[in-house]
């Protein structure tokens, strides 16, 4: 825990937790939050910059994993649906149609191009995954 500022005065301690937040709140209220944005996203495109965007997987997949084991996986299928409900109202029903529309156009090609260069072979996925090795 924080130890409190020691001292006489009409002053009055004060955490450094305490004094932390209000340095926050008093560079929100000159700079804005745009500032926090633009030096978030500054130091993200740091930490990429040194240590690569695997190291962003690693931690979302540990975020996510730890997120897992404390609400388990019904907690993602809500969320995911709050999503998909939040993203209908805003967008409509023919945003789906669209993105629905171009994934399928998507598997085609990757079918297509499989059947061309996989040696005659009808599955994408063959020789991939289970099986003999």
Same mark, same amino acid.
């Given at each position: ?20 937040? $209000? ?58 649906? $709050?999503?998909?409900?939040?993203? $209908? ?45």
């Amino acid at each position: 825990m924080a130890e409190e500022k020691k001292g006489g005065g009409s002053k009055g301690a004060m955490t450094v937790s305490e004094a932390g937040r $209000k340095g926050g709140v008093r560079v929100r209220e000159t700079r804005g939050r745009k500032f926090y944005e633009e030096i978030g996203k500054k130091g993200g495109e740091t930490v990429k910059a040194e240590r690569g965007r695997k190291f962003y997987e690693e931690i979302g997949k540990k975020g996510g994993d730890t997120v897992k084991a404390e609400r388990g996986p019904r907690f993602y299928e809500e969320i995911g649906k $709050k999503g998909g409900e939040t993203i $209908k109202a805003e967008r409509g029903t023919p945003f789906y149609e669209e993105i629905g529309r171009k994934g399928g156009h998507k598997v085609r090609e990757l079918i297509e191009k499989g059947k061309a260069g996989g040696g005659g072979e009808g599955d994408v996925g063959a020789g991939h995954g289970g099986g003999e090795r």
